[in-house]
């Protein structure tokens, strides 16, 4: 073989390798749109931000339960699943981007509601008496008028909750009904509305009933003597009062007590005579108190 065929042979040669060497493939799997509609059937465009499609809901928009993203992925990339199917829209989605080359990346879809913090009006202290079955209107900023989006419960001093019902969301207004079965106690108030939970700052009470003592009669006690009253609701008495006229007062002993009695004592060196302004108790349930009582003259003796 002469010298010119031989160079005429390696150069076929060298021309089929190349024919043979594959293009590089793309490396690149990035989403680079994600849009679906709002309730208004307006386009929504997500933010794409490291592997997190994170998709801002409007405010005041009831959320679907399903949608079918618009999805843009880099050149030559798929991406699963497939732009246009359906998916649970509820934060848990999770999408594959391929690359030509095989590279894979997953993005986890994100949902953030516009939703400001709501606020509850009249909550932000104090206590209020309630009862089984009766109904609270209150007012209210930013909660979702969507009652399928709020939730209401007492919470007991056990931490269990209770749920409430509720009766009526507007743009400014809240209705709900307490359960229809309670024990005394003292309850929290917690709200959910869309991805907010708050627990208001008001405290709720529920007793069988408010204090009140019964008719004693002409009492006449000694000085350093034990003696018993009766009412209803008085086991939270602790303290009392005898009324020496009608603007001044003196304090007397609790020694015990239950629902239906309370045993007091008169201090050994309380004046001797009549109390013309009779008898005044102080009862404390949790943070409310009651003062009740009968302006029935008592007298004291040696």
């Known amino acids: ?13 060298f021309m089929l390798c190349a024919c043979k060497k594959e293009t590089a493939r793309l490396p690149y799997n990035q989403i680079t749109s994600f849009v679906i509609p709002d309730a208004d059937g307006k386009s929504l465009e997500a933010a794409v931000s490291g592997q997190d499609i994170i998709v801002y809901w409007p405010f005041g928009q009831a959320q679907p339960a399903e949608v079918s ?3 843009t992925v880099t050149e030559k990339a798929t991406v699963k699943p497939a732009s246009g199917e359906k998916i649970s829209f509820n934060g848990d989605a999770i999408y594959t981007v391929t690359a030509e080359s095989g590279a894979t990346a997953t993005y986890r879809l994100k949902i953030v ?6 606020v509850i009006r009249g909550m932000d202290g104090g206590s209020e008496q309630i009862g089984p079955g009766g109904t609270l209107y209150t007012g209210h900023l930013y909660l979702l008028q969507d009652k ?6 007492l919470i007991s001093k056990s931490g269990e909750q209770l749920p409430c019902t509720i009766k009526e969301i507007t743009r400014d207004r809240l209705a709900f009904q307490f359960p229809a079965k309670l024990d005394t106690g003292r309850y929290n108030l917690q709200i ?8 208001v700052k008001k405290i709720f009470l529920y007793r069988l009933g408010n204090p009140e003592l019964y008719d004693y009669g002409q009492l006449t006690v000694k000085r350093g003597q034990t003696f018993t009253v009766n009412g209803n609701y008085i086991s939270a008495v602790t303290k009392a009062v005898l ?11 609790v020694v015990g007590n239950t629902a239906t009695t309370i045993t007091l004592r008169i201090p050994q060196n309380f004046p001797v005579g009549t109390c013309q302004g009779g008898m005044l108790l102080t009862n404390t349930y949790y943070n409310i108190t009651d003062d009740f009582g009968l302006d029935v003259p008592v007298t004291i003796t040696e």
Not at 1 to 13: D, I, Q, R, S
Not at 113 to 118: G, L, R
Not at 243 to 253: A, K, M, N, V
């Open 192 to 199: 959910t509305s869309g991805n907010y939970t708050t627990i």
């Open 148 to 153: 399928s989006r709020n939730k209401i419960s």
């Open 69 to 71: 993203p618009q999805i």
């Open 243 to 253: 009324y020496l006229d009608f603007s001044r007062s003196l304090p007397i002993e």
């Open 113 to 118: 509601s516009n939703q400001p913090v709501p």
């Open 1 to 13: 073989m002469n010298t010119l065929n031989k160079y005429f042979l390696a150069g076929c040669v």
